[in-house]
């Protein structure tokens, strides 16, 4: 008997200081990102005026959160109640892929906005993203990550856990950029569940405009899913003095991408809940809460979105593809940009959740 308590008492404690030892090590090598940080600019164009805006030209820009190549019609992900955080091959990643580039091929765009691109992630089986766009797409690109962890123990399965993730978001243009930076949001999970966690960031580019001395400033974000909602609150206000101080300075200004709110053209609010467009069909299910309006409008923005076509969808399950009704959808892509910009169209691609979890959006944009 007493060999066994012995036994037991060994294995806890051998259990207890692995688990204080990985918790070390991740806190040693927590990504710690400055407040701002300057990033390099990839295949910047010629500094000159010929790759500068033209005022008397329409933009086009396209969001698009592609899921790591690894959420497509076939995936769930744990988070929002499925099993999976990764795909069971390289190939089936390479082939959504190859679909996400397809996709950008054929609505060509001034401006691509991406989010969750992988650069050397164990849960999307190490292909270098960025690189894969890079060839594909003309032009400048810079990246700011917002997901750095040498091993995320995450999901509780080894045969899905992420491990080592290297992560962001992406903005690519044929325009020159004089400047990017990566602006580090408010708001953290609590210890030590934030030392795995991502580290939310704004990825602000500055473009220069022909004969002016004013900027089209675009704003690449991915904002936070999983909190309470407080995070997101914290974020808003973060965006919400940038955008107000560009363009209190005359700049034009567009944010693009994954905002993990729902528009507010998608939502009523009813008493004391909020009635949805895209109905929430089980209360257990995640819920995207409304953004705020009144800020925005009070502050010469106006929201780029199209409701008529989901964005995003549930990962709870694969995606039903015979009964459309057994799916949870949302409207948390889009764009919001200052009112010295007219938006001429917004449309949210339908292209079915084949490769990715969420549709791409799409806006055509000219100067006011």
Same mark, same amino acid.
């Given at each position: 008997?007493?060999?066994?308590?012995?036994?037991?008492?060994?294995t806890?404690?051998?259990? $207890?200081?692995?688990? $204080?030892?990985?918790?070390?090590?991740?806190? $040693?090598?927590?990504?710690?990102?400055?407040d701002?940080?300057?990033?390099s600019?990839?295949?910047? %164009?010629?500094?000159s005026?010929?790759?500068?805006?033209?005022?008397?030209?329409?933009l086009?820009?396209?969001?698009?959160?592609?899921?790591?190549?690894?959420l497509s019609? !076939?995936?769930d992900?744990?988070?929002?109640? +499925?099993?999976?955080?990764?795909?069971?091959s390289?190939?089936? &990643?390479?082939?959504?892929?190859?679909?996400?580039?397809?996709?950008?091929?054929?609505?060509?765009?001034?401006?691509?906005?991406l989010?969750?691109v992988?650069?050397?992630?164990?849960?999307?089986?190490?292909?270098?993203?960025?690189?894969?766009?890079q060839?594909?797409?003309? +032009?400048?690109s810079v990246?700011?990550?917002?997901?750095?962890?040498?091993?995320?123990?995450?999901?509780?399965?080894?045969?899905?856990?992420?491990?080592?993730?290297? =992560?962001?978001?992406?903005?690519?243009?044929?325009?020159?950029?004089?400047?990017?930076?990566?602006?580090?949001l408010?708001?953290?999970?609590? *210890? %030590?569940v934030?030392?795995?966690?991502?580290?939310?960031?704004?990825?602000? !580019? /500055?473009?220069?405009?022909?004969?002016?001395?004013?900027?089209?400033?675009?704003?690449?974000?991915?904002?936070s899913?999983?909190?309470? +909602?407080?995070? /997101?609150?914290?974020?808003?206000?973060?965006?919400?003095? $940038?955008?107000?101080?560009?363009?209190?300075?005359?700049?034009? &200004?567009?944010? +693009?991408?994954?905002?993990?709110?729902?528009? %507010?053209?998608?939502?009523?609010?009813?008493?004391?809940?909020?009635?949805?467009?895209?109905?929430?069909?089980?209360?257990?299910f *995640?819920?995207?809460?409304?953004m705020?309006?009144d800020w925005?409008?009070?502050?010469?923005?106006?929201?780029?979105?199209?409701?008529n076509?989901?964005?995003?969808?549930?990962?709870?399950?694969?995606?039903?593809?015979?009964?459309? =009704?057994?799916?949870?959808?949302?409207?948390?892509?889009?764009?919001?940009?200052?009112?010295?910009?007219?938006?001429?169209?917004?449309?949210?691609?339908?292209?079915? @959740?084949?490769?990715?979890?969420?549709?791409?959006?799409?806006?055509?944009?000219? @100067?006011?």
């Amino acid at each position: 008997m007493k060999r066994i308590l012995k036994i037991v008492i060994i294995t806890v404690v051998i259990i $207890i200081t692995l688990g $204080i030892g990985f918790i070390a090590t991740l806190q $040693i090598f927590e990504f710690k990102p400055e407040d701002v940080t300057v990033l390099s600019i990839t295949d910047n %164009p010629i500094n000159s005026n010929d790759n500068y805006i033209d005022k008397n030209n329409s933009l086009t820009i396209l969001t698009f959160n592609i899921g790591y190549a690894s959420l497509s019609e !076939t995936e769930d992900f744990v988070m929002d109640g +499925g099993q999976k955080a990764k795909m069971d091959s390289s190939d089936e &990643v390479e082939n959504n892929l190859d679909g996400i580039s397809s996709i950008l091929a054929n609505n060509p765009a001034d401006f691509y906005l991406l989010q969750e691109v992988d650069v050397d992630s164990n849960r999307s089986y190490n292909i270098n993203q960025l690189s894969y766009f890079q060839d594909k797409l003309d +032009g400048s690109s810079v990246l700011a990550y917002n997901y750095r962890c040498i091993f995320v123990p995450f999901p509780f399965n080894f045969s899905q856990m992420m491990g080592k993730v290297n =992560s962001g978001i992406v903005t690519f243009s044929n325009f020159y950029a004089e400047s990017a930076e990566r602006h580090q949001l408010p708001g953290s999970f609590s *210890w %030590p569940v934030s030392l795995a966690n991502l580290k939310r960031a704004m990825l602000i !580019t /500055r473009y220069p405009i022909q004969n002016s001395d004013k900027y089209f400033v675009v704003i690449n974000v991915h904002l936070s899913a999983y909190d309470d +909602g407080t995070m /997101r609150l914290q974020e808003m206000e973060a965006l919400k003095n $940038i955008m107000k101080n560009e363009f209190d300075a005359g700049n034009y &200004v567009l944010v +693009g991408g994954d905002f993990n709110q729902t528009f %507010p053209e998608a939502v009523n609010k009813v008493e004391d809940s909020y009635e949805y467009y895209y109905d929430l069909k089980d209360e257990n299910f *995640w819920q995207a809460f409304p953004m705020e309006e009144d800020w925005f409008i009070n502050n010469s923005f106006s929201f780029g979105v199209d409701k008529n076509t989901p964005t995003c969808r549930l990962l709870h399950q694969p995606y039903d593809t015979i009964d459309s =009704s057994n799916n949870q959808y949302y409207v948390i892509d889009g764009f919001i940009v200052s009112n010295n910009l007219s938006i001429e169209l917004t449309t949210t691609l339908n292209e079915g @959740f084949v490769y990715s979890d969420h549709n791409p959006v799409k806006i055509t944009l000219y @100067f006011s």
